[in-house]
């Protein structure tokens, strides 16, 4: 089976695509990528990736954009859409996995008007995209850990948060996650708390972020708190096994890999994501007693105090573990070997 993976801008969308290429390889498919110079997806897949090529085109985001700018938008939209086109011949593609992000649009769009070629869609979030909710009706499976019709349940993620999960039972290292870009709210929130976490013996992990990176450094510093301190680092899965407790954004990647590790978290959702999607990802966290989640506004230097005194580490940790799916990608592509082979 020949396959092509797209979508991306975020560090989860591409996180999706990974597991997945990583799942498809393992059957001995061929796995290409088309993705966008804009976001992430370069940073992540030009170099050491599980696909046989990848393609970066040209594509910005519509949604956001108005007047002149999303019309400069849909133009590079339709672009690229006439050049993934070219890209799917060339490699006699049979199926396309969308996972969502304004970079999908070229290629999903693409493959609907090819004779033979398929279109599948993960949807990583609990609100549905705005690109997932137009297309949806033309994919052979449309997978989503949360809508009930799903044909498969669970979350893809890589197999190395399944196989290094573990219950936690005592906090000794607490990880602090803002996402692919960082989170300032969440850096101010591990520097308020160092000291204290100092004094308790506690370690601290921290993804800052590029932008906060310099400002989060000289912090700590000043402080003389003793810190693991990233930019960025495509090494989250063992930084998060090392780690007892989680402080992070709530994008669906992120939680679910977590989730499959048994790391219990305070989730912060981003507060301008669209449809409010993070703070809904994470409901199925509080609503099942696995963990925690605030928003921005409320107390969270007290909060994250009060948790860490008493964190009910080892029952969240186990009911974690009991809570996923595993082989999530393995199943979504053994699903399109069946469907296009129907």
């Known amino acids: 089976m020949k396959l092509c993976i797209t979508g991306g801008g975020t560090g989860g969308h591409l996180m999706v695509a990974e597991a997945l290429a990583e799942a498809a390889v ?4 061929e796995v290409i990528f088309i993705g966008s110079t804009s976001g992430q997806d370069r940073k992540y ?18 949604v956001n954009q108005k007047g002149v700018k999303k019309l400069l938008a849909l133009w590079r939209v339709f672009r690229a859409f006439l050049q993934a086109r070219k890209i799917l011949k060339k490699h006699h593609i049979q199926a396309t996995y969308s996972v969502g992000g304004f970079s999908a649009a070229p290629a999903a769009f693409a493959t609907l008007t090819l004779y033979k ?3 599948f869609i993960h949807e990583q979030n609990a609100a549905e995209g705005k690109l997932n909710s137009i297309l949806k009706k033309y994919a052979k499976s449309f997978v989503s850990a949360y809508d009930k019709n799903s044909p498969i349940s669970g979350y893809p993620v890589k197999e190395i948060f399944y196989n290094n999960a573990r219950v936690r039972d005592t906090l000794k290292t607490i990880i602090f996650l803002g996402g692919s870009h960082g989170a300032k709210a969440i850096n101010d929130l591990a520097l308020s708390v160092a000291l204290k976490l100092q004094k308790m013996n506690i370690k601290i992990i921290h993804q800052a972020g590029e932008f906060d990176f310099d400002r989060v450094k000289q912090e700590y510093k000043d402080m003389n708190v003793d810190v693991e301190l990233y930019a960025f680092t495509q090494e989250l899965p063992l930084l998060i096994t090392k780690a007892d407790m989680a402080v992070s954004r709530s ?18 959702p981003y507060p301008y994501a669209a449809g409010d999607h993070q703070y809904y990802n994470a409901e199925f966290i509080v609503q099942n007693d696995l963990g925690w989640c605030a928003r921005e506004e409320e107390k969270l230097k007290s909060l994250l105090i009060r948790i860490i005194k ?18 999530v990608a393995l199943k979504m592509i053994q699903d399109v070997k069946e469907k296009i082979n129907a």
């Open 26 to 29: 393992s059957e001995g498919y």
């Open 45 to 62: 897949f030009q170099e050491n990736s599980p696909f046989s090529n990848v393609y970066f085109l040209k594509t910005t985001g519509v």
């Open 117 to 119: 070629t398929s279109l």
């Open 251 to 268: 994008g669906a990647s992120t939680l679910w890999e977590l989730t499959a590790n048994g790391c219990p978290a305070l989730f912060i």
């Open 310 to 327: 008493d964190p009910d580490l080892q029952n969240k940790s186990e009911k974690l573990l009991e809570y996923v799916t595993q082989d």
